[in-house]
């Protein structure tokens, strides 16, 4: 699941996201990876709560467009099934994306 919380800071528009992925998820360690961190490997560990959830929150700039996925033990990627969407990547699967737009609404089922 993912969430956004959009802040004002004079005239700054920045949102802090929240990633989390259920405790269902057997792993050691997760990892969130991006075009934001230079898809960083290990710069963004999830922390596990005392209900097993997985979480992790980070700043990001507004009215913008990100690519990530999640790094399960250091070899098995994951997708978050609540992205904004996806798009193909270079390696025959695809990338979550993240929108920061304030206005953005995502398509409901």
């Known amino acids: 699941m993912i969430t956004k919380i959009y802040t004002v800071d004079g005239e700054l528009l920045s949102v802090e996201v929240t990633f989390?992925?259920?405790?269902?998820?057997?792993?050691?360690?997760?990892?969130?990876?991006?075009?934001?961190?230079?898809?960083?490997?290990?710069?963004?560990?999830?922390?596990?709560?005392?209900?097993?959830?997985?979480?992790?929150?980070?700043?990001?700039a507004a009215d913008r467009v990100y690519q990530f996925r999640y790094l399960c033990n250091g070899r098995d990627w994951m997708n978050d099934c609540t992205a904004d969407g996806y798009v193909p990547n270079p390696h025959g699967c695809e990338n979550c994306l993240l929108i920061t737009q304030s206005d953005f609404e995502p398509h409901s089922a």
């Open 20 to 60: 989390a992925v259920p405790s269902q998820v057997w792993a050691d360690t997760i990892h969130l990876v991006g075009d934001f961190n230079n898809w960083n490997r290990t710069s963004h560990p999830f922390q596990r709560a005392r209900d097993g959830q997985w979480t992790i929150t980070i700043g990001l």
